[in-house]
Protein backbone atom coordinates (compact mmCIF):
# COMPACT_ATOMS: atom_id res chain seq x y z
CA UNK A 1 0.00 0.00 0.00
CA UNK A 2 1.27 3.44 -0.72
CA UNK A 3 0.12 7.14 0.39
CA UNK A 4 -1.24 8.00 -3.40
CA UNK A 5 -2.90 5.17 -3.80
CA UNK A 6 -6.72 5.07 -3.43
CA UNK A 7 -6.80 2.60 -0.90
CA UNK A 8 -4.62 4.03 1.17
CA UNK A 9 -6.04 7.55 0.86
CA UNK A 10 -9.68 6.50 1.20
CA UNK A 11 -9.92 3.48 3.32
CA UNK A 12 -6.80 2.98 5.36
CA UNK A 13 -6.10 6.46 6.47
CA UNK A 14 -9.69 7.54 7.49
CA UNK A 15 -10.33 3.71 9.24
CA UNK A 16 -6.64 3.93 10.99
CA UNK A 17 -7.57 7.84 12.29
CA UNK A 18 -11.19 7.06 13.32
CA UNK A 19 -9.68 4.44 15.80
CA UNK A 20 -6.92 5.94 17.28
CA UNK A 21 -8.57 9.00 18.40
CA UNK A 22 -11.56 6.58 19.40
CA UNK A 23 -8.87 4.14 21.11
CA UNK A 24 -7.94 5.36 24.82
CA UNK A 25 -4.62 7.11 25.33
CA UNK A 26 -3.12 4.20 27.13
CA UNK A 27 -3.50 1.68 24.55
CA UNK A 28 -2.82 3.96 21.11
CA UNK A 29 0.54 2.02 20.77
CA UNK A 30 -1.56 -0.94 20.23
CA UNK A 31 -3.89 0.99 17.47
CA UNK A 32 -0.37 2.04 16.17
CA UNK A 33 1.17 -1.63 15.85
CA UNK A 34 -1.94 -2.99 14.93
CA UNK A 35 -2.41 -0.58 12.12
CA UNK A 36 0.86 -0.35 10.88
CA UNK A 37 1.27 -4.30 10.75
CA UNK A 38 -2.32 -4.07 8.63
CA UNK A 39 -0.30 -1.62 6.81
CA UNK A 40 2.67 -3.69 6.04
CA UNK A 41 0.54 -7.30 5.04
CA UNK A 42 -0.96 -5.18 2.26
CA UNK A 43 1.92 -5.81 0.46
CA UNK A 44 3.43 -9.22 1.64
CA UNK A 45 2.07 -10.94 4.76
CA UNK A 46 4.40 -13.53 5.23
CA UNK A 47 7.53 -10.89 5.76
CA UNK A 48 5.37 -9.31 8.35
CA UNK A 49 6.55 -12.39 10.54
CA UNK A 50 10.55 -10.95 9.75
CA UNK A 51 9.54 -7.25 10.84
CA UNK A 52 8.28 -9.05 13.99
CA UNK A 53 11.02 -11.13 14.62
CA UNK A 54 13.42 -8.62 14.15
CA UNK A 55 11.72 -5.94 16.37
CA UNK A 56 11.76 -8.61 19.04
CA UNK A 57 15.28 -9.08 18.70
CA UNK A 58 16.23 -5.74 18.93
CA UNK A 59 14.41 -5.64 22.16
CA UNK A 60 16.03 -8.19 24.14
CA UNK A 61 19.11 -7.85 23.27
CA UNK A 62 18.38 -3.54 23.65
CA UNK A 63 17.74 -4.91 27.82
CA UNK A 64 20.32 -6.80 27.84
CA UNK A 65 22.53 -4.39 26.37
CA UNK A 66 21.36 -1.87 28.91
CA UNK A 67 21.75 -3.93 32.17
CA UNK A 68 25.35 -4.79 31.68
CA UNK A 69 26.61 -1.18 30.12
CA UNK A 70 29.88 -0.11 30.19
CA UNK A 71 31.08 -4.14 30.99
CA UNK A 72 32.14 -6.13 28.56
CA UNK A 73 29.21 -8.57 29.20
CA UNK A 74 27.81 -5.67 27.40
CA UNK A 75 29.60 -4.96 24.44
CA UNK A 76 29.19 -8.53 23.74
CA UNK A 77 25.74 -8.11 23.64
CA UNK A 78 25.71 -4.83 21.91
CA UNK A 79 28.05 -7.23 19.18
CA UNK A 80 25.42 -9.53 19.27
CA UNK A 81 22.52 -7.17 18.28
CA UNK A 82 24.40 -5.20 16.14
CA UNK A 83 25.69 -8.55 14.14
CA UNK A 84 22.16 -10.16 14.28
CA UNK A 85 20.98 -7.01 12.61
CA UNK A 86 23.25 -6.45 9.76
CA UNK A 87 23.16 -10.43 9.28
CA UNK A 88 19.02 -9.66 8.37
CA UNK A 89 20.01 -7.05 6.09
CA UNK A 90 23.20 -8.37 4.71
CA UNK A 91 20.86 -12.26 3.71
CA UNK A 92 17.57 -10.30 2.56
CA UNK A 93 19.29 -7.34 0.32
CA UNK A 94 22.77 -8.07 -0.71
CA UNK A 95 23.05 -12.50 -0.93
CA UNK A 96 21.76 -12.04 -4.57
CA UNK A 97 23.75 -9.79 -5.44
CA UNK A 98 27.11 -11.32 -3.56
CA UNK A 99 25.82 -14.61 -5.90
CA UNK A 100 25.68 -12.67 -9.23
CA UNK A 101 29.14 -10.99 -8.41
CA UNK A 102 30.69 -14.20 -8.04
CA UNK A 103 29.53 -15.78 -10.81
CA UNK A 104 30.09 -13.33 -13.27
CA UNK A 105 33.70 -13.49 -11.87
CA UNK A 106 33.72 -17.10 -12.66
CA UNK A 107 32.37 -16.55 -16.30
CA UNK A 108 29.25 -17.74 -15.38
CA UNK A 109 25.43 -17.16 -13.37
CA UNK A 110 23.48 -17.98 -10.78
CA UNK A 111 21.70 -20.78 -12.49
CA UNK A 112 25.78 -22.32 -13.71
CA UNK A 113 26.38 -22.39 -9.85
CA UNK A 114 23.51 -24.64 -9.29
CA UNK A 115 21.07 -21.77 -7.70
CA UNK A 116 17.74 -21.44 -9.35
CA UNK A 117 16.22 -19.66 -6.04
CA UNK A 118 16.23 -15.98 -5.67
CA UNK A 119 15.69 -14.39 -1.92
CA UNK A 120 12.78 -11.57 -2.12
CA UNK A 121 13.77 -7.79 -0.96
CA UNK A 122 11.47 -7.40 2.04
CA UNK A 123 10.19 -3.61 1.74
CA UNK A 124 11.47 -1.27 4.20
CA UNK A 125 13.98 -3.53 5.63
CA UNK A 126 17.09 -0.79 5.01
CA UNK A 127 15.03 1.45 7.13
CA UNK A 128 13.36 -0.80 10.22
CA UNK A 129 17.00 -2.35 10.68
CA UNK A 130 19.02 0.94 11.07
CA UNK A 131 16.18 1.85 13.18
CA UNK A 132 16.90 -1.20 15.30
CA UNK A 133 20.77 -0.51 14.92
CA UNK A 134 20.26 2.79 16.22
CA UNK A 135 18.35 1.84 19.18
CA UNK A 136 20.72 -0.80 20.19
CA UNK A 137 23.76 1.76 19.88
CA UNK A 138 21.78 4.60 21.49
CA UNK A 139 21.42 1.97 24.38
CA UNK A 140 25.35 1.37 24.67
CA UNK A 141 25.76 4.80 24.85
CA UNK A 142 23.17 5.49 27.35
CA UNK A 143 21.64 7.95 25.07
CA UNK A 144 18.07 6.08 25.24
CA UNK A 145 17.01 4.01 27.52
CA UNK A 146 15.42 0.31 27.53
CA UNK A 147 13.17 0.50 29.69
CA UNK A 148 10.01 1.08 27.71
CA UNK A 149 7.06 -1.31 27.15
CA UNK A 150 7.55 -3.80 24.33
CA UNK A 151 4.71 -2.31 22.51
CA UNK A 152 6.06 1.00 22.60
CA UNK A 153 9.07 -0.24 21.09
CA UNK A 154 7.16 -2.49 18.67
CA UNK A 155 4.83 0.84 17.67
CA UNK A 156 8.28 2.50 16.83
CA UNK A 157 9.57 0.15 14.51
CA UNK A 158 6.40 -0.02 12.98
CA UNK A 159 5.18 2.83 12.79
CA UNK A 160 3.51 3.30 9.55
CA UNK A 161 4.37 6.96 7.99
CA UNK A 162 8.13 6.25 7.88
CA UNK A 163 7.88 2.33 7.75
CA UNK A 164 8.14 2.00 4.03
CA UNK A 165 10.44 4.70 3.18
CA UNK A 166 11.79 6.97 6.04
CA UNK A 167 12.89 9.17 7.20
CA UNK A 168 14.98 7.50 9.53
CA UNK A 169 13.96 7.37 13.28
CA UNK A 170 15.98 6.93 16.22
CA UNK A 171 14.16 6.02 19.08
CA UNK A 172 15.41 8.32 21.67
CA UNK A 173 14.29 11.47 19.19
CA UNK A 174 10.48 9.60 20.28
CA UNK A 175 11.25 7.88 23.40
CA UNK A 176 9.35 10.54 25.48
CA UNK A 177 6.52 11.08 22.75
CA UNK A 178 5.33 7.64 23.42
CA UNK A 179 5.28 8.38 26.96
CA UNK A 180 3.53 11.85 26.29
CA UNK A 181 2.23 13.09 23.31
CA UNK A 182 -0.25 16.40 22.22
CA UNK A 183 -3.42 15.36 20.13
CA UNK A 184 -5.16 18.99 19.07
CA UNK A 185 -6.62 20.40 16.29
CA UNK A 186 -4.49 22.54 15.36
CA UNK A 187 -1.82 20.15 15.02
CA UNK A 188 -4.05 17.50 13.06
CA UNK A 189 -4.64 20.41 10.95
CA UNK A 190 -1.03 21.29 10.48
CA UNK A 191 -0.34 17.85 9.87
CA UNK A 192 -3.08 17.61 7.23
CA UNK A 193 -1.95 20.32 5.33
CA UNK A 194 1.94 18.71 5.22
CA UNK A 195 0.32 15.60 3.72
CA UNK A 196 -1.50 17.45 1.07
CA UNK A 197 1.29 19.19 -0.26
CA UNK A 198 4.00 15.91 0.20
CA UNK A 199 1.06 14.31 -2.12
CA UNK A 200 0.97 16.73 -4.66
CA UNK A 201 4.46 16.82 -4.58
CA UNK A 202 4.50 12.99 -6.07
CA UNK A 203 1.42 13.38 -7.72
CA UNK A 204 1.02 16.28 -9.63
CA UNK A 205 5.63 16.72 -10.16
CA UNK A 206 7.91 13.92 -9.67
CA UNK A 207 4.70 12.17 -11.56
CA UNK A 208 4.71 14.45 -14.44
CA UNK A 209 8.20 14.64 -15.34
CA UNK A 210 9.39 10.65 -14.60
CA UNK A 211 8.55 9.84 -18.28
CA UNK A 212 11.04 11.87 -19.78
CA UNK A 213 13.88 10.80 -17.48
CA UNK A 214 12.19 7.29 -18.23
CA UNK A 215 12.55 7.93 -21.84
CA UNK A 216 16.13 9.28 -21.92
CA UNK A 217 17.43 5.89 -20.00
CA UNK A 218 15.25 3.57 -21.96
CA UNK A 219 16.84 5.31 -25.49
CA UNK A 220 20.19 3.20 -26.43
CA UNK A 221 22.70 6.06 -27.12
CA UNK A 222 20.63 8.98 -27.01
CA UNK A 223 21.34 12.63 -28.22
CA UNK A 224 22.96 15.60 -25.90
CA UNK A 225 19.29 17.11 -25.77
CA UNK A 226 18.29 14.08 -24.70
CA UNK A 227 20.68 12.97 -22.24
CA UNK A 228 20.73 16.24 -20.82
CA UNK A 229 17.07 16.60 -20.04
CA UNK A 230 16.67 13.12 -19.26
CA UNK A 231 19.43 13.40 -16.33
CA UNK A 232 17.52 16.50 -15.23
CA UNK A 233 14.54 15.13 -15.17
CA UNK A 234 15.51 12.51 -12.80
CA UNK A 235 17.02 15.01 -10.68
CA UNK A 236 14.00 16.77 -9.97
CA UNK A 237 11.56 13.70 -9.83
CA UNK A 238 14.05 11.96 -6.89
CA UNK A 239 13.63 15.36 -5.14
CA UNK A 240 10.39 15.71 -5.37
CA UNK A 241 9.36 11.98 -5.19
CA UNK A 242 11.16 11.68 -1.62
CA UNK A 243 11.28 15.37 -0.53
CA UNK A 244 7.17 14.36 -1.01
CA UNK A 245 6.81 11.06 0.92
CA UNK A 246 8.84 12.38 3.85
CA UNK A 247 6.26 15.30 3.92
CA UNK A 248 3.48 13.05 4.02
CA UNK A 249 5.36 11.26 6.89
CA UNK A 250 5.68 14.19 8.95
CA UNK A 251 2.61 15.31 8.17
CA UNK A 252 1.00 11.79 9.06
CA UNK A 253 2.78 11.76 12.25
CA UNK A 254 1.59 15.07 13.33
CA UNK A 255 -2.21 14.10 12.72
CA UNK A 256 -0.97 11.17 15.18
CA UNK A 257 0.61 13.65 17.62
CA UNK A 258 4.25 12.79 16.96
CA UNK A 259 6.78 15.72 15.66
CA UNK A 260 9.09 13.85 13.22
CA UNK A 261 12.52 15.32 12.18
CA UNK A 262 12.72 17.18 8.81
CA UNK A 263 14.58 15.20 5.88
CA UNK A 264 15.02 17.53 3.23
CA UNK A 265 16.34 20.86 3.23
CA UNK A 266 16.16 22.60 -0.39
CA UNK A 267 18.97 20.67 -1.05
CA UNK A 268 19.47 22.05 -4.63
CA UNK A 269 20.19 25.33 -3.39
CA UNK A 270 23.62 23.96 -1.72
CA UNK A 271 27.11 25.23 -3.00
CA UNK A 272 29.12 22.22 -1.87
CA UNK A 273 28.67 18.44 -1.81
CA UNK A 274 29.11 19.13 2.05
CA UNK A 275 26.67 21.28 2.62
CA UNK A 276 24.26 19.15 -0.19
CA UNK A 277 24.30 16.66 2.10
CA UNK A 278 23.50 18.37 5.58
CA UNK A 279 20.43 19.58 3.46
CA UNK A 280 19.60 15.25 1.19
CA UNK A 281 17.76 13.05 3.23
CA UNK A 282 19.13 14.10 6.21
CA UNK A 283 18.23 11.20 8.76
CA UNK A 284 20.27 9.12 6.69
CA UNK A 285 23.41 11.47 6.72
CA UNK A 286 23.12 12.06 10.39
CA UNK A 287 22.92 8.13 11.01
CA UNK A 288 26.07 7.43 9.14
CA UNK A 289 27.60 10.47 10.68
CA UNK A 290 26.97 9.39 14.50
CA UNK A 291 27.42 5.55 13.74
CA UNK A 292 29.32 5.04 10.92
CA UNK A 293 31.87 8.08 10.48
CA UNK A 294 32.55 8.83 14.03
CA UNK A 295 32.87 5.05 14.97
CA UNK A 296 35.58 4.78 12.16
CA UNK A 297 37.66 7.97 14.18
CA UNK A 298 35.59 10.55 12.34
CA UNK A 299 38.71 13.90 11.94
CA UNK A 300 40.21 12.57 15.18
CA UNK A 301 42.88 10.25 13.54
CA UNK A 302 44.38 12.88 11.01
CA UNK A 303 43.44 14.39 7.31
CA UNK A 304 44.53 11.04 5.71
CA UNK A 305 42.35 8.84 7.97
CA UNK A 306 39.38 11.58 7.56
CA UNK A 307 39.53 11.34 3.79
CA UNK A 308 39.14 7.11 4.01
CA UNK A 309 36.51 7.85 6.30
CA UNK A 310 34.58 9.41 4.38
CA UNK A 311 35.20 7.42 1.52
CA UNK A 312 34.29 4.23 3.37
CA UNK A 313 31.29 5.60 4.84
CA UNK A 314 29.62 6.98 1.20
CA UNK A 315 30.77 3.74 -0.13
CA UNK A 316 28.69 1.83 2.32
CA UNK A 317 25.71 4.28 2.32
CA UNK A 318 25.54 3.77 -1.21
CA UNK A 319 25.41 0.15 -1.13
CA UNK A 320 21.94 0.69 1.62
CA UNK A 321 20.33 1.87 -1.14
CA UNK A 322 21.07 -1.15 -2.84
CA UNK A 323 22.61 -4.54 -4.18
CA UNK A 324 24.17 -3.07 -7.63
CA UNK A 325 27.21 -1.52 -8.61
CA UNK A 326 26.12 1.63 -9.45
CA UNK A 327 25.35 2.43 -6.03
CA UNK A 328 29.11 1.72 -4.98
CA UNK A 329 30.39 3.79 -7.63
CA UNK A 330 27.97 6.38 -6.59
CA UNK A 331 29.09 6.22 -3.33
CA UNK A 332 32.62 6.92 -4.72
CA UNK A 333 31.87 9.54 -6.43
CA UNK A 334 30.04 11.13 -3.21
CA UNK A 335 33.01 10.21 -0.89
CA UNK A 336 35.54 11.55 -3.40
CA UNK A 337 33.80 15.02 -3.56
CA UNK A 338 33.52 15.36 0.13
CA UNK A 339 37.27 14.29 0.72
CA UNK A 340 38.39 16.52 -2.05
CA UNK A 341 36.40 19.69 -0.65
CA UNK A 342 37.65 19.00 2.99
CA UNK A 343 41.32 19.08 1.18
CA UNK A 344 41.05 22.10 -0.73
CA UNK A 345 39.13 23.88 1.65
CA UNK A 346 35.73 24.01 -0.66
CA UNK A 347 33.44 23.17 2.15
CA UNK A 348 34.27 26.94 4.16
CA UNK A 349 34.62 28.65 0.97
CA UNK A 350 32.13 28.05 -1.43
CA UNK A 351 29.96 30.55 -0.97
CA UNK A 352 31.98 33.04 -1.81
CA UNK A 353 31.80 31.66 -5.53
CA UNK A 354 29.39 33.09 -7.94
CA UNK A 355 29.84 29.45 -9.70
CA UNK A 356 29.78 27.51 -6.68
CA UNK A 357 26.17 26.48 -7.14
CA UNK A 358 26.06 25.47 -10.08
CA UNK A 359 28.70 23.64 -9.89
CA UNK A 360 27.55 21.59 -7.14
CA UNK A 361 24.14 20.81 -9.14
CA UNK A 362 26.74 19.93 -12.10
CA UNK A 363 28.60 17.38 -9.73
CA UNK A 364 24.82 16.29 -8.27
CA UNK A 365 23.30 15.53 -11.42
CA UNK A 366 26.08 13.41 -12.53
CA UNK A 367 26.24 11.03 -9.92
CA UNK A 368 22.38 11.05 -10.04
CA UNK A 369 22.73 9.64 -13.62
CA UNK A 370 24.83 6.57 -12.01
CA UNK A 371 22.29 6.08 -9.10
CA UNK A 372 18.96 5.77 -11.84
CA UNK A 373 21.03 3.19 -14.08
CA UNK A 374 20.25 -0.18 -13.77
CA UNK A 375 23.71 -0.91 -14.81
CA UNK A 376 27.18 0.39 -15.33
CA UNK A 377 26.86 0.04 -18.92
CA UNK A 378 23.84 2.24 -19.28
CA UNK A 379 24.86 5.17 -17.00
CA UNK A 380 27.83 5.63 -19.15
CA UNK A 381 25.46 5.53 -22.58
CA UNK A 382 23.99 8.61 -20.60
CA UNK A 383 27.36 10.67 -19.88
CA UNK A 384 28.03 9.43 -23.97
CA UNK A 385 25.18 11.64 -24.81
CA UNK A 386 25.73 14.29 -22.45
CA UNK A 387 29.43 15.21 -23.98
CA UNK A 388 27.97 14.97 -27.72
CA UNK A 389 29.04 11.40 -28.56
CA UNK A 390 25.47 10.46 -30.34
CA UNK A 391 24.90 13.75 -31.46
CA UNK A 392 22.66 16.77 -30.71
CA UNK A 393 19.20 15.60 -31.00
CA UNK A 394 20.00 11.53 -31.69
CA UNK A 395 16.78 9.90 -33.06
CA UNK A 396 14.42 12.87 -33.22
CA UNK A 397 11.52 10.46 -33.40
CA UNK A 398 12.37 9.48 -29.93
CA UNK A 399 10.86 12.91 -29.03
CA UNK A 400 7.23 12.19 -30.05
CA UNK A 401 6.22 10.76 -26.97
CA UNK A 402 7.17 13.60 -24.88
CA UNK A 403 4.06 15.46 -24.27
CA UNK A 404 3.13 19.32 -23.12
CA UNK A 405 1.79 18.70 -19.97
CA UNK A 406 4.95 17.22 -18.95
CA UNK A 407 7.09 19.95 -20.05
CA UNK A 408 4.64 22.19 -18.80
CA UNK A 409 5.14 20.23 -15.40
CA UNK A 410 8.68 19.96 -15.06
CA UNK A 411 9.60 23.79 -15.78
CA UNK A 412 6.87 24.40 -12.99
CA UNK A 413 9.04 21.85 -10.98
CA UNK A 414 12.19 23.62 -11.75
CA UNK A 415 10.53 27.06 -10.33
CA UNK A 416 9.27 25.59 -7.45
CA UNK A 417 12.51 24.10 -6.51
CA UNK A 418 14.40 27.65 -6.64
CA UNK A 419 11.10 29.36 -4.98
CA UNK A 420 10.44 27.28 -2.14
CA UNK A 421 13.70 28.00 0.27
CA UNK A 422 13.08 31.89 -0.14
CA UNK A 423 9.03 31.04 0.82
CA UNK A 424 9.66 29.20 3.76
CA UNK A 425 12.78 31.74 4.90
CA UNK A 426 10.27 34.44 4.60
CA UNK A 427 7.51 32.10 7.08
CA UNK A 428 10.99 31.50 9.38
CA UNK A 429 11.97 35.59 9.09
CA UNK A 430 8.13 37.43 10.32
CA UNK A 431 5.65 34.54 9.73
CA UNK A 432 4.54 35.63 6.54
CA UNK A 433 1.64 37.66 8.48
CA UNK A 434 0.34 34.56 10.18
CA UNK A 435 -0.24 35.94 13.22
CA UNK A 436 -1.35 39.52 14.16
CA UNK A 437 -1.03 41.22 17.59
CA UNK A 438 -4.54 42.48 18.95
CA UNK A 439 -4.59 46.16 21.16
CA UNK A 440 -4.01 44.40 24.02
CA UNK A 441 -0.83 42.53 23.18
CA UNK A 442 -2.29 38.91 22.93
CA UNK A 443 -0.99 37.66 19.77
CA UNK A 444 -3.44 35.32 17.61
CA UNK A 445 -3.45 33.89 14.22
CA UNK A 446 -4.32 36.20 11.25
CA UNK A 447 -7.85 34.88 9.61
CA UNK A 448 -6.34 36.00 6.32
CA UNK A 449 -3.44 34.09 5.87
CA UNK A 450 -5.37 31.40 7.39
CA UNK A 451 -8.03 31.73 4.55
CA UNK A 452 -5.43 31.45 1.86
CA UNK A 453 -3.25 28.66 3.25
CA UNK A 454 -6.89 26.39 3.70
CA UNK A 455 -7.59 26.99 -0.39
CA UNK A 456 -3.83 27.26 -1.57
CA UNK A 457 -4.17 23.47 0.62
CA UNK A 458 -7.65 22.95 -1.16
CA UNK A 459 -6.62 23.38 -4.45
CA UNK A 460 -3.61 21.46 -4.22
CA UNK A 461 -5.51 18.11 -2.98
CA UNK A 462 -7.88 18.65 -5.76
CA UNK A 463 -5.38 18.67 -8.11
CA UNK A 464 -3.54 15.87 -7.24
CA UNK A 465 -6.99 13.91 -6.36
CA UNK A 466 -8.09 14.31 -10.39
CA UNK A 467 -4.41 13.66 -11.14
CA UNK A 468 -4.42 10.52 -9.12
CA UNK A 469 -7.70 9.89 -11.23
CA UNK A 470 -6.62 9.30 -14.59
CA UNK A 471 -2.76 8.35 -14.08
CA UNK A 472 -1.41 4.54 -13.21
CA UNK A 473 -0.08 3.23 -10.40
CA UNK A 474 3.30 4.84 -9.53
CA UNK A 475 5.15 3.76 -6.66
CA UNK A 476 7.60 5.78 -4.54
CA UNK A 477 11.14 5.71 -5.64
CA UNK A 478 12.81 4.72 -2.57
CA UNK A 479 10.36 1.58 -2.04
CA UNK A 480 13.23 -0.01 -3.68
CA UNK A 481 15.79 1.13 -0.72
Not at 301 to 321: A, E, F, I, Q, S
Not at 359 to 382: K, S
Not at 436 to 453: C, E, F, S, W, Y
Amino acid sequence: MVFSSESFLFLFLPVFLLVYYATPERLKSYAILAGSYVFYAWWRVDFLGLLFLTTAFAYVIGQKVAKHRGTSLGRTYLIIGVVGCLGVLGIFKYLNFFVDSFAALVGTDAAGLGIHWRLILPIGISFYVFQALSYLIDVHRGDATADAPFIDFAAFIALFPQLIAGPILRYKDLEDQFRERTHSVEMFSDGFARFIIGLGKKVILADAVAPLADLAFATDNPGMALAWAGAAAYMLQLYFDFSGYSDMAIGLGKMMGFNFLENFRFPYISKSITEFWRRWHISLSNWLRDYLYISLGGNRKGPGRTYVNLMMVMVLGGLWHGANWTFVLWGFWHGGLLATERFVGWDRNAKNHWFALPLTLLFVLIGWVMFRAAYVGEAFEIYGGMIGLNGLIGDPTVWLSVTRESVALTALAIVVVFVEPHISAAIEANGSGMTQIRPDGTTVANPTVQVLNSLAVLLIGTVTILKLAEQSFSPFLYFQF
